[in-house]
């Protein structure tokens, strides 16, 4: 999560949707029944949305572009959910 290669796509006229990640979120491995294996981090664990998610998210609304939250798992899309609204 780089809002930095965020902020440098949005610079392009044909830039319509940000993926958040899918085949390497943590909520896809835990789903996997393997969180040994990490992966990216939306939340804390305390449900709290990450701080450059959230910039991010603040981002696409600014632009109007999409956003799919990936391969994430309920533990995570929830607080994004919640989050987007």
Do not use: C
Request: glycine residues 10%; without cysteine; positive net charge.
């Amino acid at each position: 999560m780089n809002p930095e290669a965020i902020r440098i796509g949005l610079q392009y006229q044909n830039f319509k949707m940000i993926w958040f990640p899918t085949f390497t979120s943590l909520g896809f491995w835990r789903g996997a029944r393997k969180p040994e294996r990490g992966g990216v981090r939306l939340v804390r664990e305390s449900g709290e949305v990450l701080p450059e998610v959230v910039q991010i998210m603040e981002m696409a609304a600014a632009k109007k572009v999409g956003i799919g939250f990936g391969h994430t798992d309920f533990q995570e899309l929830l607080p994004l959910a919640k989050k987007a609204s």
